[in-house]
């Protein structure tokens, strides 16, 4: 039996619309209101000005008569029902599947400060382009479904595999936006959660609290990050788990976007360990470690974007910084994270390189110089050939 918030606020409002009515049948009763039966209004009539008289005005003298207050009562409760009911549909319709309630659920709705521009980031040539077409695929399918045509419905479940800092999350935020954008998903609302937002303390709580996680993401996207953690202790819980997310997707496929992310052995492995997972996740992007010059794009950017700029000599420095990270990484190589990193170090051996100076312009405020690169390098030892 599916459960979720939407069947939750139908089954109150059936409670609530039984309730009026009993209501309604019998404040029509005390008002003698019978139009189908072809009685008489007036007494109807006689009774509720009574009722506005009493409530708005000292015409009689607020002197208690039980019809009158007794009338008045089932007034009041009838139209706070009505008002109750209005404000549960609109609250359902405006927030479904917008809140996670489940601790350690990182929530996103998707507003003008996630709406980037994927063409405007760096590198993701491949990414791009399977997004781009699967957002296209899915648009012409709704436009047929329009046309009368035999179309697709919605059946969009992803693997992400990368090392960090690849963009994963920013781009799986981008495709939920993208995706309510075009009318593929109701909402486009964005839910990030790992192993910690699903499993729960007790035996036997974990799918409720799966379930639940899941849920706050109907109509959008849910993204789970280092996937592989559920399967990799071969755990009740982790099983758990992973069973009620496989039957969740099954009975939300046209309303729920899934999207697992990790690294890519540990993806691989995770996706193969059940016949479940591989049947649901079909479509696997691979997502490319950063270039050395395309590192230095990203720290350039994030620099531009809190007012910095870099002469050409720091960057190519950079540039050769970068190279000699790349070819001594290892798995938790953080890439574009660790590019923004190096651009915060920068930011603060710049501000001990001006900040001793008596008059400090603009143009030194802003400035990050080959000196505040070299200072970096060599703080961490890194080995750059000197020219």
């Known amino acids: 039996m599916k459960v979720n918030n939407t069947n939750r606020y139908t089954t109150f409002s059936i409670i609530g619309i039984i309730i009026a009515a009993v209501f309604s049948m019998r404040l029509a009763t005390i008002l003698n209101f019978y139009p189908f039966k072809g009685l008489s209004l007036l007494q109807g009539v006689s009774n509720f000005t009574q009722v506005i008289s009493v409530l708005f005005s000292l015409k009689h003298g607020f002197v208690f008569k039980k019809e009158v207050f007794v009338s008045a009562l089932y007034i009041f409760i009838f139209i706070c029902l009505v008002a109750g009911l209005l404000l549960m549909f609109f609250f359902s319709k405006k927030y479904k599947g917008e809140i996670g309630r489940s601790k350690g659920l990182k929530k996103a709705r998707v507003d003008k400060f996630a709406a980037i521009n994927i063409d405007e980031m760096i590198g993701l040539a491949n990414v791009k382009r399977e997004l781009e077409k699967i957002i296209g695929y899915y648009k012409v399918q709704r436009e047929r479904k329009k046309k009368g045509l035999a179309a697709s419905d919605l059946n969009l479940n992803l693997v992400f595999y990368g090392n960090p800092g690849t963009g994963k999350t920013v781009v799986a935020r981008y495709l939920a936006q993208e995706l309510a954008a075009n009318g593929i998903i109701s909402t486009g609302v ?30 959008g996207v849910l993204f789970i990050d280092e996937a592989y953690t559920l399967t990799a202790g071969k755990d009740s819980y982790g099983q758990e788990a992973v069973d009620t997310l496989l039957k969740i997707m099954e009975d939300y496929k046209e309303d729920l976007v ?75 190589f953080a890439n574009g994270r660790l590019a923004r990193n190096i651009f915060e170090e920068l930011a603060q051996h710049q501000a001990e390189r001006v900040g001793s100076r008596a008059h400090i312009s603009k143009a030194d405020m802003m400035t990050i110089d080959e000196d505040d690169v070299r200072v970096f390098i060599d703080e961490y030892g890194i080995d750059v050939e000197d020219e």
């Open 190 to 219: 964005f839910i990030e959660c790992d192993r910690s937002s699903l499993i729960a303390q007790y035996q036997g709580q974990t799918a409720m609290k799966t379930r639940e996680v899941a849920e706050s993401a109907l109509g």
């Open 258 to 332: 899934v999207i697992v992310a990790g690294y890519d052995d540990l993806m691989h492995e995770f996706i193969s360990s059940n016949p479940g997972l591989e049947s649901r996740f079909t479509k696997h992007i691979k997502f490319d470690d950063y270039t050395a010059a395309e590192l230095v794009k990203i720290l350039t950017l994030d620099a531009k974007k809190r007012d910095y700029s870099l002469t050409d000599g720091a960057k190519d420095l950079l540039e050769e910084a970068f190279q000699t990270l790349i070819d001594n990484r290892d798995k938790n």
